[in-house]
């Protein structure tokens, strides 16, 4: 199976029936490869997604929204870092969200996330996203009763009402040129705690870890619960969420840069064309440089 095919087996397509338990967060899809390899097949799509980046940029037409959504370690940060690291900073936004402030709750959940999103010819990167108000405030009901919300609106239907208003948000952006993708890091329960510990012991990682990572592990199972049912409804045509196995690092960076890479392809963005009274514009410009460079050269030779 060629690279670009296991991005398929990520992508959430038959979402009503889609189960967590169904992914394995260890699996390579049969990856069996070498470390440089795995870094020789990044360096190549972190290139071409580089290349792919600047048409987008120059043809202006289309934006791209990336999102990273996955349980503490699961390495959203490390992903975007290795994947994003060809991308010109001039067409690239990258903003993480966390919790709301004051201003940001006195609007609905998903306006702070609304003013952040790309403009034409640019890629958003959302580390966490608009999707931690169907995650960690169902996770946490108390966050839900500070969104000060009328009484009357939270309901239990208000999870469904989310989804409903997530999905019609992200047909409008697809319908006005913004390509979405959306990822989750799909980690285990064991490979979290590793990483915690590697974060304690070594000095350069301990400003990562927080006493309040190691409390929301006591509420994996409803997490896990959360994260299935979001991706159950709000994994569409137009915003298709992808399940990447996150316990192997090198993979996970693969699958991330060969499915972005993979449908900017199909975007095609292409280098505006010149035509016309702009290119006869250019015609005159470039001989006047090329006169110029006569001139300074004669200038040059009387002076010798």
Known sequence: MKLSEHTIHCRIDKSDRFRLADHDPAETCGLDIEKKEAKDLLADDVKRLS???????????????????????????????????????????????????????????????????????????????????????????????????????????????????????????????????????????????????????????????????VAERELWDRYMEAYEEMIRHTSTAEAPWHVIAADNKWFTRLMVARTIVNALDRLDPKFPKVEGAALDELKKAREALLAEEKSDARRAKNQR
Request: aromatic share 10%; proline share 3%.
């Open 51 to 213: 290349d792919l980046q600047e048409r987008l940029y120059a043809e202006d037409r289309w934006s791209v929204l990336l999102i990273f959504q996955a349980m503490d370690a699961a390495g959203k940060d490390s992903a975007i870092k290795h994947v994003m690291s060809g991308v010109n900073p001039q067409g690239c936004q990258v903003h993480a969200f966390k919790a709301p402030s004051a201003q940001e709750l006195d609007h609905d959940f998903l306006w702070r996330t609304t003013m952040a999103l790309p403009e034409r010819g640019r890629i958003g990167i959302f580390n966490r996203s608009y999707y931690e108000e169907v995650l960690v405030v169902r996770v946490h009901s108390k966050i839900l009763q500070g969104q000060k919300l009328p009484k009357g609106l939270v309901t239990d239907r208000i999870w469904h009402e989310r989804y409903e208003s997530i999905r019609d948000f992200e047909r409008h952006m697809a319908r006005n040129g913004t390509l979405i993708l959306k990822f989750f890091l799909n980690v285990s329960k064991e490979e979290q705690r590793q990483r915690f510990l590697d974060r304690i012991e070594e000095p350069a990682k301990r400003w990562k870890f927080s006493m309040g990572d």
